[in-house]
């Protein structure tokens, strides 16, 4: 039996715990962004403090006449657009009573991991995006792009050069992502540790969790894989304001009287990389759709390259 609250309130929460980004600590739950969800209008903004600029101390004389000219710390914003998805799934009673199962419960059982998939796949439309964005705008300076090179395929130098792009604060990427292609490469290299974590395991390649996720860029052999730091990105997920998580549609004269339920699964969801503005720039729709997030017009970087805790490194396998 179906509770819709309490239904969805297990969909939301086991959808962002059981997500691999989650669980090496590169999404982090943002309270705001929950909390703005459950409130009106299609995006929100977070304002932020710069930091103090590196612009030489004054020197003290015993001049009474020379005043010190006071510096300005400096502010800026992002921009967080919100999702408000649906998905529903139909199973025919009589397809229950001739399997002798309950084609609804299988439904209710895998919802969440349907929820964490898109999740994954929006996070990474949007990396794509502001990839994109990077390359065209601020010089490409968070990429580290090999496959050009005599030597372009993926090993410890390239991944080192990547994570160089953020200067003295390369020490702060904490996970990697790459395609299963690379990760049997790193498989091959016997490069892999795997640490405790949470009751488990997780795999590490040179003290960063290592995340497998097939729907990394591939184009013509080119590869891209992702380094992130801690809180790379911030997310949310909630239940709709109004229209209800969870809710079970029952048409009783579907399949000549047979019966015909349908479970439709609602959620409220944003998800944004650290250092970045959405520019709603080319989005249809009252909500941005995959595509729309690896579209660079849709971003805009608005913080220095060493405050992005992400770098890129586009190689080959060899």
Known sequence: MVIPQEF??????????TSALVQSGVAARNGEIEAQLKAGAESFTVPFWNDLSDEEADIVSDDPNTDSTPAKIGTGKQVVRKAFLHKSWSAMNLASELSGDDALKRIQN???????????RRLIASLNGILADN??????????????????????????????????????????????????????????????????????????????DDLLPVTAGDYTSVLFGAGAVGWGMTAPRIAEGTEIESKPSAGNRGGQQVLHSRVNLAIHPAGFTWQESAVVGESATIAELAEPTNWNRVVERKAVPLAFLKHKLG
Request: charged share 20%.
């Open 135 to 212: 390359e065209a705008n601020d010089a490409g300076d968070m990429p580290e792009d090999i496959t050009a090179g005599p030597d372009g395929n993926f090993s410890v130098g390239a991944v080192i050069d990547a994570a160089g792009t953020l200067g003295d604060q390369m020490g702060a990427l904490s996970a990697i992502a790459v395609h299963s292609d690379t990760y049997k490469l790193i498989l091959k290299s016997d490069a892999v540790e795997y640490v405790p974590s949470q009751g488990g395991t997780i795999a590490t390649y040179r003290g960063m969790a290592l995340i497998v």
């Open 110 to 120: 895998r919802t969440t991991a349907y929820w964490t998939r898109q999740t994954q």
């Open 8 to 17: 969805t309130d297990y969909t939301v929460q086991n959808s962002m715990e």
